[in-house]
């Protein structure tokens, strides 16, 4: 059943006035009693929707890597200009929920948001040519989406001094390089 437009606009208050509140201290310090009066609801009102603030983080985080846009094609070395430009749509969507990824790359404590996006870029990017079966090549990979993840928290937080379309180009080139290395060494040779 769909929610109406009433349920929609009170959850909507929910999450932001929950968000204000992460940005001002970790989710173990914020109750619902500061969530509702922040949202000007009641406590029965967020139990209608919610468990807990957990329940209400996850919520959140689900929304957000749920809509993350997946590149169209298969990254090739022949194509990787092209893979660039479907991987800056990414990075522009980081850049419009800015505040939003701030506030939950930032929430690592008590929350498995950063192990989730990576493993949502796990599953939405098509790099064949990087990435295969190995122990080596997984490693690659994981240490590419995990610098992007820390490249992305201060790419926000210096206020995109850099493109979409840029960040994108570094992100996919360290990448390549990365998993280069892993290449290397699962053949033996570094």
Request: proline fraction near 2%; charge should be negative.
């Amino acid at each position: 059943m769909e929610e109406s437009r009433r349920v929609k606009m009170t959850k909507r208050l929910i999450r932001e006035s929950f968000l204000e509140l992460l940005e001002k201290e970790p989710i173990g310090k914020i109750t619902v009693t500061q969530i509702c009066d922040l949202a000007d609801v009641n406590r029965s009102t967020f139990y209608a929707y919610y468990d807990s603030t957990y329940d209400l983080l996850r919520e959140i985080e689900d929304g957000v890597l749920e809509k993350i846009p997946a590149p169209t094609k298969e990254f090739t070395f022949e194509n990787r200009k092209e893979f660039a430009g479907e991987l800056t749509a990414f990075f522009e969507y980081i850049k419009k929920h800015s505040a939003t990824f701030a506030v939950l790359i930032s929430n690592t404590d008590e929350s498995d948001f950063n192990y989730r996006l990576l493993e949502a870029l796990f599953d939405k990017m098509i790099i064949k040519d990087i990435i295969d079966k190995s122990f080596y090549s997984r490693l690659g990979y994981v240490f590419s989406v995990n610098g992007a993840v820390g490249m992305i928290k201060e790419w926000i937080e210096n206020d995109f001094p850099i493109s979409a379309k840029e960040f994108a180009q570094m992100a996919l080139d360290m990448c390549i390089n990365a998993n280069d290395v892993a290449y290397i060494k699962s053949q033996g040779k570094g």
